[in-house]
């Protein structure tokens, strides 16, 4: 019941855009999304309740397809700050005391 | 002014031995977790107390056992040391299990 995040790995030059997305096998009730830096804690970056909203967080924005199951982090403009692993950590309802089960992981590398 | 803070930072010990993981979360939360790391980056949840009480028991060992004295301090005791169990350790907190959880800093645990 892990979500699966794609794509595994990405490199882009400052400036450039990405997409990383997740994608969960079952019914969702709230996507979260962090960024660890290496060596470094997990950092909230964003959480997304059902209902298909899609919020904004200075260049970094992500949407949630209740339907789909599936949530997508979108980086704009990337900086250099930007680099490190995103995860996408999931609940399946809003009773599981804040469980959430993490996907893989996406590595993020940006380059001047 | 940390948030949430871990000790030790690093613990290196023999296969075997009993260590303990300290935690403290100066937020006023009611709810603290216990994460599990490993060399692959997965990050999987062990446990969560809210308020003082046990809510979620993921599926691991009882050679781990966790204890939390107040709603302030999660501890985790792991007896007879195993290879496997050389990851880092994160613990967070959250409000009322829910919403965005804060992770401290992190314990590298590595068995010899």
């Known amino acids: 019941q892990q979500p699966v995040q794609s794509p595994q790995a990405v490199i882009l030059r400052e400036g450039e855009d990405a997409v990383i997305n997740c994608s969960s096998s079952k019914a969702l009730y709230s996507v979260h999304w962090y960024r660890q830096k290496h060596g470094e804690a997990p950092v909230f970056l964003m959480i997304l309740l059902k209902g298909g909203e899609q919020k904004g967080h200075d260049k970094i924005s992500a949407s949630f397809n209740e339907k789909k199951q599936q949530s997508s982090l979108y980086l704009t403009a990337s900086q250099l700050s930007y680099s490190g692993t995103y995860f996408c950590g999931t609940e399946r309802s809003s009773n599981q005391g804040g469980k959430l089960i993490f996907g893989q992981g996406t590595e993020l590398s940006v380059k001047p | ?112």
């Open chain 2, 1 to 112: 002014d940390t948030a949430v803070s871990q000790t030790p930072k690093y613990l290196v010990t023999q296969m075997g031995n009993d260590k303990s993981i300290k935690c403290e979360q100066n937020l006023g939360h009611d709810t603290m977790y216990w994460y599990k790391q490993d060399s692959k980056k997965f990050l999987k949840i062990m446990f969560s107390y809210n308020n003082k009480e046990l809510i979620i028991n993921e599926t691991v060992p009882n050679r781990f056992s966790p204890k939390s004295p107040d709603k302030a301090h999660l501890n985790l005791h792991i007896n007879s040391l195993e290879l496997g169990d050389s990851a880092v350790y994160f613990c967070a907190s959250s409000p009322r299990g829910a919403g965005r959880q804060f992770f401290g800093p992190g314990t590298r645990l590595t068995v010899l």
